[in-house]
């Protein structure tokens, strides 16, 4: 097929990629053979260096293996930006094992979902998030909990500090012990055998990484060795002026997401390089980060830019050390990206992709040419075209359509969901359920989203999920979800509710509802009460006509 994106390709990056045959945990296992004293890890003021990871690697892998894991066999890591996740994320890979990643946000309904959907056999977990597990443990294949703490890898002074903290807060997370739980850095100090070498192949499963679909209902995607070593190689190759060894990259995108994990964690190991590992974005805290160990490569969401933008005394904090920035999860709006640039001195450009494909698929080119409200052009080994939404004919240039992507990063399948495995995947083309198009030059814009998801700090949350614990008020009838801009969070969720007839209800008695059923930023924001919604001559709640309300609504307000 023609390609004319690659005219457009920077000097450096590479039209087609080798990378490999080898996967992430033995690539890092040799970068600690040759690197071994340079930093992998920094984390408020504790270093690890690749030996030092790769030590604990082995360790892990050790308990593990002690514990029953073996290879196919699933692990849930459900913990932020630690330590903790790398040492167990790899590990699992030793033993051929598959990594199962949960946000540690999810409520007891959420977790049970994904644990029971993937079959894990054990799960590594944030002790504050314990008690949500124990609560449906008996209700899950879950044979083994590991429980660790942000304290378990901080400095010893910070550690004092956080345990008091701790107590001020009154937040101690207090875990009894009981058969098949264990404590992270109990099991680190035993002596066990080293776990037997597992001949694992680029092609096994490396995990199932969960996203929604067009349904709503939440899938596992399942992974290889070979989808995760391309995109990290890939992302690696896109960064033309890229500097082995001397790279600092902020790491607060959550490992848990597969574009963190991808642009962060795995980006970092490619190009041994220094990760910094942040839990959770404040920006104060990433601004002093950033002037004090010289971060050079920033991944982030639109809303992680805007708040350092915004931020009153961001004049006071030198940022020019920022070399490159690609953003995703949301559309990058234009004047973002030109104040973030005047800011840092650095490049930021917006990407696209999407779980199924590991996830990056696109980007604007770093210094090269950019197109506004462009998601930039494919990735090296990347193909892209348009397809018309009801036949998947091929469509012509400057045609609306649905996005298909091809390339060594796109998944092997939906995990035990054939029929959606077939709908999305057609002849090795994933479509993507993103609505957009193309231009002359191959840069590609995305127009609308098929999936009707919405994209909430970062976060896809789809509708249908939503509107299943609101129909679970007595008081509600019927409801509906939808995104609405927002300048922070580039989407905040509004529900629209028609409560029964005889009964009133109130906005603050429909988000207290959702409290404890939902994640925190799957709760709606906004309500609005109706006598009735929008319907098609079946039945069906049309949410296009709610999305078209509010663009007029917000025409009007301005």
Not at 296 to 302: A, D, Y
Not at 518 to 537: D, H, Q
Request: charged residues 25%; positive net charge; glycine residues 6%.
């Amino acid at each position: 097929m023609e390609k004319p994106w690659l005219k457009h390709y920077e000097e450096g990056v590479p039209h087609t990629l080798e990378y490999p045959q080898k996967i992430l945990s033995v690539l890092l296992q040799e970068v600690a053979e040759k690197h071994g004293e340079k930093p992998a890890i920094f984390f408020f003021g504790r270093i690890l260096t690749f030996d030092q990871l790769n030590c604990l690697i082995d360790r892990f892998a050790a308990i593990l293996h002690h514990l029953g894991i073996g290879k196919g066999d699933r692990v849930a890591i459900v913990l932020p930006n630690l330590p903790q996740y790398p040492i167990v994320h790899y590990a699992i890979m030793r033993l051929g094992a598959v990594i199962v990643p949960v946000n540690p946000l999810y409520v007891e309904r959420e977790l049970k979902y994904q644990l029971n959907d993937s079959g894990a056999k054990a799960a590594i977990v944030l002790n504050l998030v314990y008690p949500r597990l124990k609560a449906i443990r008996a209700e899950t294949s879950l044979e083994n909990i590991i429980v660790t703490s942000v304290k378990d890898y901080l400095p010893p002074l910070l550690k004092l500090l956080y345990r008091f903290k701790e107590r001020k807060k009154g937040t101690v997370a207090r875990v009894k012990k009981e058969p098949g739980v264990h404590f992270f850095m109990e099991l680190m100090k035993q002596k066990l055998p080293s776990a037997p070498e597992v001949k694992v192949s680029v092609n096994d499963v490396a995990m199932f990484l969960y996203t929604g679909g067009t349904t709503g209902v939440s899938k596992g995607t399942v992974l290889t060795h070979e989808n995760l070593v391309a995109n990290a190689f890939q992302t690696r190759s896109w960064v033309s002026d890229i500097r082995d060894g001397e790279e600092v990259i902020l790491s607060v995108l959550p490992f848990f997401h597969s574009y963190g994990m991808t642009t962060c964690m795995h980006l970092s190991l490619v190009c041994h390089s220094k990760a910094l590992l942040v839990p959770r974005f404040d920006t104060r805290q990433v601004l002093k980060l950033v002037q004090k160990h010289r971060v050079t490569i920033f991944p982030g969401v639109p809303t992680m830019y805007i708040a350092i933008n915004n931020y009153p005394d961001v004049n006071k904090y030198d940022l020019s050390s920022i070399r490159a920035c690609i953003s995703g999860g949301a559309a990058l709006p234009v004047e973002v990206q030109r104040q973030f640039e005047r800011l840092t001195g650095g490049r930021l450009v917006e990407g696209y992709g999407l779980s199924e494909a590991s996830p990056v698929t696109h980007a604007n080119p770093l210094y090269g040419l950019r197109k506004e409200g462009s998601i930039g052009v494919p990735f090296p080994s990347t193909e892209a075209k348009i397809v018309d939404l009801e036949t998947c004919e091929d469509l012509p240039v400057g045609e609306i359509g649905e996005l298909a992507v091809r390339g060594p990063q796109v998944m092997q399948k939906y995990w035990n969901r054939p029929e959606e495995t077939q709908q999305t995947l057609r002849d090795g083309w994933l479509l993507t359920g993103d609505v957009a198009r193309m231009d002359e030059d191959g840069y590609f814009y995305i127009v609308d989203r098929k999936k009707e998801l919405i994209i909430t700090s970062g976060f896809n949350v789809y509708p249908r999920e939503i509107e299943e614990v609101l129909f679970q008020h007595p008081k509600v009838a019927e409801a509906a979800v939808i995104g609405v801009p927002d300048a922070h969070r580039g989407e905040v969720i509004k529900a629209y509710v028609v409560v029964k007839e005889g009964k009133t209800a109130t906005t603050e008695e429909i988000i207290s509802f959702c409290q404890g059923k939902l994640a925190r930023f799957k709760i709606p924001k906004i309500v609005e009460f109706r006598p009735e919604l929008p319907k098609s001559m079946i039945g069906k709640v049309l949410r296009r006509v709610l999305i078209e309300e509010e663009k007029e609504a917000s025409k009007v307000k301005l």
